[in-house]
């Protein structure tokens, strides 16, 4: 049963410094990989999705990267900005447009 | 190009009661999958359904149930409302090739919030 688990739960920082947040999953047969950022009481948009053969995505100033092996994806943001604190989500998914597994969330804070 | 959208955007309903919660897709996707979102916690897994059938569901009671119209359009039902139904419920669409590689890239709607006193 595959399992995704994300660290830290909850995370501040001030304004302009680059943070790393950590996804990690059990199965390591995913067909994709997608990172979410959620504002609280809204929905989930999409940042950035990586397909089991990539190895990483970029857009801006985040940067997603995969290793399938040892289960674990990174999403780097830098020069973080009050505008980027909310929650960030990473989900596996282990068929094409099939249902998602989704960690429980770091919540992040970028401080001014 | 309109999103996922989804209504009511928040609901009350007392315990026992049904509710029904629609989904309209991204324009050209057929793929529409139901997600529930409790407070603090990650998505769950409902139901996806494909070309008007179900091809999948998560571990939910028969109270939740789903169909698909011809339009690609979803409902989500969920009858003999509990108040551990309180959650917001999400919906997403993605374009599902017939034959071929394809993202597999889901797309979210605002969701749902329904209240269950």
């Known amino acids: 049963k595959q399992e995704v688990t994300q660290i830290p739960a909850a995370l501040s920082v001030p304004e302009g410094e680059n943070l790393v947040l950590n996804c990690s999953f059990t199965d390591s047969a995913i067909y994709n990989l997608q990172w979410f950022r959620q504002d609280p009481g809204k929905g989930l948009t999409s940042l950035l999705l990586i397909q089991s053969s990539q190895r990483e995505q970029t857009s801006g100033r985040l940067n997603a990267s995969l290793d399938k092996s040892s289960g674990r994806s990174t999403l780097y943001i830098a020069a973080s900005q009050p505008g980027d604190s909310a929650t960030y989500l990473c989900a596996v998914s282990s068929s094409q447009g099939g249902k998602l597994i989704f960690g429980q969330g770091t919540e992040l804070s970028v401080k001014p | 190009d309109a999103g996922v959208t989804q209504s009511p955007t928040h609901l009350i309903k007392t315990r026992g009661q049904h509710v029904t919660l629609r989904c309209s897709p991204i324009?050209?996707?057929?793929?529409v999958s139901w997600y529930q979102q409790v407070l603090g916690q990650g998505p769950q897994f409902i139901f996806q359904y494909y070309e008007k059938e179900e091809r999948g569901r998560g571990n939910f009671p028969d109270r939740f149930s789903a169909r698909q119209f011809p339009n690609y359009s979803s409902e989500l039902n969920v009858n003999a409302l509990l108040l551990g139904d309180s959650a917001l419920y999400l919906c997403a669409s993605s374009f599902k090739a017939q034959r071929g590689a394809n993202t597999g890239e889901l797309f979210f709607g605002e969701g749902s919030r329904l209240t269950v006193l």
């Open positions: 324009s050209g996707h057929k793929s």
